[in-house]
């Protein structure tokens, strides 16, 4: 189906398949959630909604307290690689 397109125009079209998946799975998500229900059966699956406490690390605050030696020691760097994905639009 995508044989014939570019790279970029191939993982254009299925990252914007992707996107509007996530959208789909965003709503059904959150119509779940708005259920209120623990357990939600269906014939091919079913599932289980937890709540569950998450805590986050304060860097700003913590940089107040730390020397920069001490936060360069504390720091891991690594590369990511990022693609970004420029529709082009057709002349009018």
């Not at 091919?44 to 307290?65: C, G, H, N, P």
């Amino acid at each position: 189906m995508l044989d014939n397109l570019s790279t970029a125009d191939k993982y254009a079209t299925i990252k914007a398949r992707i996107d509007e998946l996530e959208a789909e799975l965003k709503a059904v998500r959150d119509q779940i959630i708005a259920s209120g229900a623990e357990t939600v059966t269906g014939e091919f699956a079913d599932i289980k909604v937890t709540l569950t406490e998450r805590s986050s690390f304060d860097q700003t605050l913590a940089k107040s307290y730390l020397t920069a030696e001490q936060i360069n020691a504390c720091t891991k760097k690594s590369l990511v690689t990022t693609l970004r994905v420029k529709a082009k639009v057709g002349e009018v």
